[in-house]
């Protein structure tokens, strides 16, 4: 088992940056691959990045890329996401998972935090 707990999210404006974090515990962190996904209202959940094992390959959906930036901390089991540029659009609850594959799907993670409420106002 892994557990997950996001933290860092926020009201901020549009423009603005929020750092999360997803601190896992449990089975070995380093053996997942670690991904953000955001699910707004009424929307299924979106995958946003993930990260690999190693942490040396990273992926990017288009929405985010050249704006968001996904890493990992092995000492501190933790992972993050900085986000910067944020939009109005960028208003979702984020969710980090670990999957023990590498993969975009939702449905392929095993394990996933409680989220974290994100609002970017205009």
């Known amino acids: 088992q892994v557990q997950l707990a996001e933290s860092g999210g926020g009201l901020v404006q549009t423009g603005g940056s929020l750092r999360l974090s997803c601190a896992a515990s449990g089975r070995t962190f380093s053996g997942y691959t670690m991904a953000w996904f955001r699910q707004a209202p009424g929307n299924e959940r979106e995958f946003v990045a993930r990260?690999?094992?190693?942490?040396?390959?990273?992926y990017y959906a288009d929405s985010v890329k050249g704006r968001f930036t996904i890493s990992r901390d092995y000492a501190k089991n933790t992972a993050y996401l900085q986000m910067n540029s944020l939009k109005p659009e960028d208003t979702a609850v984020y969710y980090c998972g670990a999957a023990s594959r590498w993969t975009s799907r939702a449905d392929q993670y095993n394990y996933w935090g409680q989220g974290t409420q994100v609002t970017v106002s205009s």
């Open positions: 990260i690999s094992t190693s942490g040396g390959s990273t």
